[in-house]
T-cell receptor, first 114, second 112 residues
Framework: NAGVTQTPKFQVLKTGQSMTLQCAQD?????MSWYRQDPGMGLRLIHY???????DQGEVPNGYNVSRSTTEDFPLRLLSAAPSQTSVYFCASSLRGEVISPLHFGNGTRLTVT | SQQGEEDPQALSIQEGENATMNCSYKTSINNLQWYRQNSGRGLVHLILIRSNEREKHSGRLRVTLDTSKKSSSLLITASRAADTASYFCATDFNFGNEKLTFGTGTRLTIIP
């Protein structure tokens, strides 16, 4: 059981380049989300999805796009990378229901934009 | 903006001692969760406490919740070197994980 898998683990981009961070989960979780983690800031929610075909914005969505075509995958796209997007990105998933379920996190993608 | 703020930001204790960290939040919540993050890894769920609960235990972990003070504490008893990690509280005011809000974390170091 792989859980939540994020690729790549590390990435360096130049300002203006685009890229997609991949996230896949094999637990049949309806809910998936992307967070960024910056020193002293904790985790901030970028985008989330409550099921295939449904996405919504979090606290810091600007500069990022997401789509959810399948239950398993939730890629995060950086359209035109900026140095302010240098961060560690975490994907997380959970079941949805009347009773809240814990989030399962991937091991992160460390992104540097120069 | 951050909903939760952990206190202290960093804590160093000797192995075998107890560690206590606190979380304060701003608005009424449905649930509060605690997560652990080892260096270079993703977060791992530790324990969840609902707004109608005051205390919860899981192994060496004890969590309390005081909704009147909008605060929670996490106690780790008989600490071990493997407990060295960052600890985050997370709160939700909607039902579920949608827009779950994390605090800034407490960095715990256990000295062998």
């Amino acid at each position: 059981n792989a859980g939540v898998t994020q690729t790549p683990k590390f990435q360096v981009l130049k300002t203006g380049q685009s890229m997609t961070l991949q996230c896949a989960q094999d637990m049949n979780h309806e809910y998936m989300s992307w967070y960024r983690q910056d020193p002293g800031m904790g985790l901030r929610l970028i985008h989330y999805s409550v099921g295939a075909g449904i996405t919504d914005q979090g606290e810091v969505p600007n500069g990022y796009n997401v789509s959810r075509s399948t239950t398993e995958d939730f890629p995060l796209r950086l359209l035109s990378a900026a140095p302010s997007q240098t961060s560690v990105y975490f994907c997380a998933s959970s079941l949805r229901g009347e009773v809240i379920s814990p989030l399962h996190f991937g091991n992160g993608t460390r992104l540097t934009v120069t | 903006s951050q909903q939760g703020e952990e206190d202290p930001q960093a804590l160093s204790i000797q192995e075998g001692e107890n560690a206590t960290m606190n979380c304060s939040y701003k608005t009424s919540i449905n649930n509060l969760q605690w997560y652990r993050q080892n260096s270079g890894r993703g977060l791992v769920h530790l324990i969840l406490i609902r707004s109608n609960e005051r205390e919860k235990h899981s192994g060496r972990l004890r969590v309390t919740l005081d909704t009147s003070k909008k605060s929670s504490s996490l106690l780790i008893t008989a600490s071990r070197a493997a407990d060295t990690a960052s600890y985050f509280c997370a709160t939700d005011f909607n039902f579920g994980n949608e827009k779950l809000t994390f605090g800034t974390g407490t960095r715990l170091t256990i000295i062998p």
